[in-house]
């Protein structure tokens, strides 16, 4: 009685029974069937008019910009004497970009309130260091290569970071900016999510300004908004005033990636929802036959150790869910992706995703891994009860409740109920990162986080069920 | 093959209530030993303990010296039908018996020869769900000789079956113990095991009774009496009681002699010149026998309560 020949008996006792292939293939259907209503029934109002950086991606690239034309390589030098608190993300800095064109490339060096020096390139951190205003700050361009240092003194520098910026075309703009994210204001109640945005505005002041190379002799202000923002009422000017070249920039907004929090690949895998309402049962059952029947007597009788028999059965009932679930979660992401596109969820706010992209990926195949989780949990649970029943209830009830209650509850009920329920587990099928702003509470744990809180509850219910199953007579 | 069963003080509590209290015998190979008792004597339970699936709160049941949670292939070594019923119904025949051989390792083929072996060939691709209760124990029984052990455990194994069922299984289980196999077969019916059983082990309420041979015990239930039928019976009941029998009556011309032998009440009859029409010493059945036994035990268990 090896593990192997165990494998082989149960795989047969699974595939033996009519009526439990036919749950697993409805099982596959149902989920993509409901993948389909799922991604047919949303549309997005989501802001048209986004920028978007030079990856295609949507970014935000407000800021207010006081700079001059400057071609091939040169340095700009600045003391950013001080800095307003108006948020812990503000920036004061300097930047080279091409143009003055929302979205285009830059590399960025600044001051924040948070205290951290923070080098930025094309909308991502390239480095991040401690310190605050007052601060001198350099930033050098030679060819493609762009340089940024900091000084407390202005003639000992430390270098922050570097990066090649071959999209930086020779003539750019380079100059002083301020920049200060919007508070953001979450209310959640009774299935909906509402964000409130408060707009503040930075201000910093800017002094002994050098710029070396071949640039223009004169200083442009710009202000790089988000059309409509402006309608939403700033709480106070921006601007510059110079004064014997000591510069006082003000700015409202934020520059950095800014994807939607929606996420069209777990929209096209929420059928899962349908497949576990059939494999969770057919999980349980595979499992509590044998005790209805008397047949777990013919099958220890087989089998006298009896963890092995367990093993098996899960290792077979949790490789046959995974294979359905990929398969269905395959099936669910490429017929859902053009749906969504009809229904708003399009570029640029919403590239087309690809399997190509490691978390898409990841997402579509933690589809599968979250129904094979359940699949465990269910034949760990219909061990430790040997009824069909409780088991069934108990796993179904702890996976869907939470999901309901958790979109009503406030933001910290609803993430401590998806890390302590098999709910959590919904996060795996989630291919951006966790978020706050949505309705579906599982958004709000990472898919890391949801696979250990599933993982824990499968593997407590097998360990739990295979102590039972050795210490019980039958 | 000369694996036997061996029990030794077994002792098995559910709750409050002892299903077996302190048991012993062996079930030796070459013979069908017949298992018997009222129900709740404990004899499924000893079964269950034998296949590893109850444990035993003391003693031991070993298979072949072994206990047999210890087995790596227990179908090679023991065969058993506990219960027919034991069948998810949405399984075929022939499915059943291919996981049970698939989990010890055992040659698919070994399937159709015991479904062959059994008479369900032809039924081999129908759902267990539509097999009547003979059926099942046959496909029990199929189950159990998949591996071809040296040792077989049947409990009940004649319930549900049909006459011709019944003459077919007892060939079965006396052919397994003609090939050497210990033979193990539960009964609540003692007269099931009449002419099957070579040996016996009585138990009633988890406690050895008797464990005999078959001839031992009905040679004891029989008493020595003798039989007489006649139409004097007066004249005939002081002939033999002056010669020294005890007599009964037990019908209007019907006697029961016991302490004669049947020459010697042969002998003072037709010395008197009483005529009788029939002269027979009796042969006790097993189910008689049984009775006897579980009867004492019976009584015995009540008065142990008393002080």
Redesign the interface.
């Known amino acids: 009685?090896?593990l192997r020949?165990?494998l082989?008996?149960?795989w047969?006792?699974l595939r033996?029974?009519?009526?439990?292939v036919l749950a697993l293939a409805a099982a596959a259907v149902f989920t993509v069937a409901f993948s389909i209503l799922a991604s047919s029934g949303g549309s997005t109002d989501r802001q048209p008019n986004v920028a978007v950086g030079p990856g295609g991606k949507p970014v935000a690239d407000d800021f207010h910009f006081v700079h001059r034309t400057l071609t091939g390589d040169g340095s700009i030098v600045v003391r950013v004497a001080d800095q307003q608190n108006s948020h812990p993300q503000a920036m004061a800095g300097v930047m080279i970009k091409n143009g003055v064109t929302r979205g285009s490339s830059y590399v960025s060096i600044a001051v924040t309130p948070g205290g951290s020096v923070r080098m930025m390139a094309d909308f991502r951190d390239v480095e991040k260091r401690a310190g605050t205003a007052p601060r001198w700050l350099r930033l050098t361009r030679t060819g493609a290569h762009i340089a940024t240092y900091d000084s407390v003194d202005g003639s000992s520098w430390r270098e922050i970071g570097e990066v090649d910026l071959a999209a930086l075309p020779a003539t750019a703009e380079i100059g002083m900016y301020v920049s200060s994210p919007g508070e953001i204001r979450l209310e959640r109640s009774a299935g909906t999510t509402s964000v409130g945005e408060r707009l503040t505005t930075g201000r910093a002041t800017f002094a002994e300004v050098r710029v070396q190379g071949s640039a223009g002799s004169s200083w442009t202000s710009d202000d790089l908004i988000q059309p409509g923002l402006e309608r939403k009422g700033r709480p106070g000017p921006s601007g510059t005033t110079e004064a014997a070249g000591t510069f006082i920039l003000t700015g409202t907004g934020d520059i950095g990636l800014n994807e939607p929090p929606d996420d069209t690949v777990q929209i096209g895998l929420f059928g899962t929802l349908a497949g576990l309402l059939v494999l969770v049962p057919l999980a349980v059952v595979f499992v509590t036959?044998?005790y209805r029947?008397?047949?777990i007597?013919?099958?220890?009788?087989?089998?006298?150790?009896r963890t092995p028999v367990l093993v098996a059965k899960a290792v077979v009932m949790g490789g046959v869910t995974f294979v359905i679930g990929l398969a269905a979660a395959l099936v669910s992401f490429f017929v859902t992706q053009p749906i969504l596109r009809a229904h708003g969820f399009g570029p640029p706010m919403f590239p087309a995703p690809s399997l190509a992209e490691p978390r898409v990926l990841r997402a579509v195949i933690g589809a599968a891994v979250f129904l094979t989780l359940l699949s465990l949990l269910g034949v760990g649970a219909g061990a430790v009860t040997r009824r069909g029943a409780p088991a069934i209830a108990a796993v179904i009830t702890l996976t869907l409740v939470p999901m309901f209650v958790g979109s009503v509850v406030p933001a910290a009920a609803a993430r401590t109920l998806m890390l302590v329920t098999p709910a959590g587990g919904f996060a795996m099928q989630r291919a951006k990162p966790a978020t706050d702003w949505l309705v579906e509470p599982w958004a709000m744990i990472g898919p890391w986080a949801g696979l250990a809180v599933l993982g824990t509850y499968a593997a407590v219910a097998l360990l739990a069920g295979g102590w039972l199953m050795r210490r019980r007579?039958? | 093959m000369s694996t036997s069963i061996e029990v030794r003080d077994l002792r098995k509590r559910y709750g409050t209530t002892t299903a077996v209290d302190g048991l012993s015998f062996t079930v030796a190979p070459g013979e069908v030993t017949g298992f018997v008792g009222p129900n709740g004597a404990g004899k499924s339970t000893t079964m269950r303990v034998i296949l590893g699936l109850d444990a035993p709160d003391t003693g031991h049941a070993h298979v072949g010296g072994r206990p047999y949670r210890a087995m790596r292939r227990p179908l090679a070594v023991v065969g058993a039908l506990l219960d027919a019923g034991a069948v998810h119904p949405g399984r075929r025949a022939k499915d059943h018996l291919l996981w049970l051989a698939q989990s010890n390792g055992i040659p698919a083929r070994r399937v159709g020869e015991v479904l062959e072996e059994v008479g369900l060939a032809s039924v081999a691709r129908r759902r267990a769900g539509g097999f009547s209760l003979g059926m099942r124990q046959r496909l029990g029984i199929a189950a159990a000789l998949l591996g071809d052990p040296p040792v077989l455990m049947f409990d009940e194994p004649v319930n549900g079956l049909d006459p011709e069922g019944i003459v077919w299984i007892r060939g079965l289980l006396r052919g397994l113990a003609a090939e050497g196999r210990a033979v193990l077969v539960s009964s609540h019916l003692m007269g099931e095991l009449e002419g099957t059983a070579d040996h016996l082990v009585v138990v009633g309420r988890g406690r050895l009774l008797v464990d005999t041979t078959v001839g031992d015990l009905l040679a004891a239930a029989s008493g020595g009496r003798v039989e007489v039928r006649t139409t004097r019976r007066t004249e005939a009941m002081t002939v033999l009681a002056n010669a020294g029998g005890t007599v009964a009556l037990t019908d209007t011309d019907a006697l029961t002699v016991t302490e004669l032998a049947a020459e010697d009440v042969a002998a003072a009859l037709t010395a008197a010149g009483v005529p009788f029409s029939q002269l027979s010493p009796h042969r006790a059945t097993l189910e008689e026998a049984y009775m006897e036994l579980t009867r004492e035990s019976v009584e015995f268990g009540a008065m142990e309560v008393l002080p």
């Open positions: 009685m090896s020949h165990l082989r008996a149960e047969t006792k033996s029974v009519n009526r439990w036959s044998e029947r008397g047949m007597r013919t099958t220890f009788a087989a089998a006298p150790a007579d039958v």
